[in-house]
C-alpha cells in the first residue's frame, strides 16, 4: 500500500490518508476546502494533498454550506453506472475526483483544511460535460439546529434552491447564458448513501487492489 503521507509537512493525505468513518455511509468524515465566507474556491492538490487555488470565486457566486469531498470515495465507474441507471443518459462516466460533499451547520466556521463528522441527508445527482458529479448534502453532527434533519424534505425551499443556484451557475460568466451543467434529479437520504458506497467500491478498485 503506497505511504499517503506528504514528506513536506508530514501530514495525511486528505483524500487517500484519512480514513473512512466507522459507520460510513450513514455517517461521514468529510475534509472541507471550501467555507461560506471564502471568495477564492481551493481545492486539494491530487499529488501532495496541499490545499491550492483553483480560481477566484466568479462575481456574486458564494458557496453557501460547507464544502469538499469524502476520503476514500472516487466518482468512477460504479458512481457513472448508477447516473445511467438513474437518468436514462448513456456514456456517463464519473469526473475521476472524490465525492463532493455540502456541508449545512448554523455555527459559523471560517477555515479551511479541517475534518468534520457528518450526516447524509440527500444529493443533486448533477452531470457536467457527460460526467457524473454528484454533490451529497449532509448536516454537521452535534449541530443543535440542523441535526435533527434526516432527510431532503427537512430543508427549507429557500435554502435547497440555494444550494441548486450556486452549483448550476457557479462556472457561468455574467454574458453566459449557457448551462454549463445539470442537475437532473434531487434525492434523498438512501439514495445519498448509495452513491457513497459506490464510490467507495470506485476508490477500493483503482487505489485498493
Not at 450513514?26 to 471568495?39: G, Q
Amino acid at each position: 500500500m503506497e505511504d499517503f503521507m506528504n514528506k513536506q509537512t508530514n501530514t495525511a493525505h486528505p483524500w487517500h490518508g484519512v480514513d473512512l468513518h466507522s459507520n460510513t455511509p450513514n455517517e461521514c468524515v468529510a475534509y472541507i476546502e471550501i467555507v461560506p465566507t471564502d471568495t477564492i474556491k481551493y481545492e486539494v492538490d491530487k499529488k501532495t494533498g496541499i490545499l491550492k487555488i483553483d480560481r477566484p470565486q466568479r462575481f456574486s457566486n458564494i458557496c453557501p454550506a460547507l464544502y469538499g469531498f469524502i476520503p476514500k470515495t472516487l466518482c468512477d465507474i460504479e458512481v457513472g453506472q448508477l447516473c445511467m441507471e438513474k437518468t436514462g443518459l448513456n456514456d456517463i462516466i464519473g469526473d475521476q475526483d472524490p465525492l463532493d460533499v455540502c456541508i449545512l451547520t448554523e455555527k459559523r466556521i471560517d477555515r479551511n483544511g479541517i475534518l468534520v463528522n457528518a450526516t447524509p441527508i440527500g444529493g443533486f445527482r448533477m452531470i457536467d460535460n457527460n460526467q457524473a458529479d454528484d454533490k451529497i448534502i449532509c448536516v454537521l453532527k452535534g449541530d443543535d439546529v440542523y441535526e435533527s434533519w434526516n432527510d431532503i424534505n427537512d430543508i427549507p425551499t429557500g435554502l435547497l434552491n440555494r444550494l441548486k443556484h450556486y452549483f448550476l451557475t457557479y462556472k457561468n460568466l455574467p454574458d453566459d447564458s449557457s448551462q454549463k451543467v445539470q442537475i437532473s434529479s434531487i434525492y434523498g437520504a438512501a439514495e445519498a448513501k448509495e452513491v457513497i458506497q459506490r464510490s467507495i467500491n470506485d476508490y477500493k478498485k483503482v487505489y485498493e487492489q
